[in-house]
């Protein structure tokens, strides 16, 4: 049974950091696509971070230069680190895994973590 349990988000200050993580079982972070979606109310999924086969990386350009996606194959974890948080990044983050690197950077899939809601203050 595949699970991802992601790390509880919280209320971070503009332009503060925060880290999350996704602890996987059932499947491996190292020959897996990763990825970090976020979702606000009223708005589609979208794909924030995703890395891939020899780490290669994929990025929002909202989040470029800000965020950065990493994992620990010991740990079989993945990460998302985000710096210089702003207003617009509040949404609930979701940690996805998938084979097929396709269904991740749609966001399709069967692999999800539950959730983890990230609020920005100004």
């Known amino acids: 049974q595949v699970q991802l349990v992601e790390s509880v988000g919280g209320l971070v200050q503009a332009g503060g950091s925060l880290r999350l993580s996704c602890a996987a079982s059932?499947?491996?972070?190292?020959?897996?696509?990763m990825g970090w979606h976020r979702q606000s109310p009223g708005q589609e999924r979208e794909l924030v971070a995703a890395?891939?086969?020899?780490?290669?990386?994929r990025y929002a350009d909202s989040v470029k230069g800000r965020f950065t996606i990493s994992r620990d194959n010991a740990k079989n974890t993945a990460y998302l680190q985000m710096t210089s948080l702003k207003p617009e990044d509040p949404a609930v983050y979701y940690c996805q895994a998938d084979r097929t690197p396709i269904r991740v950077l749609v966001a399709t899939g069967d692999y999800w973590g539950q959730g983890t809601q990230v609020t920005v203050s100004s």
């Open positions: 059932g499947i491996s972070v190292s020959i897996n696509a």
């Open positions: 890395i891939f086969n020899r780490n290669l990386t």
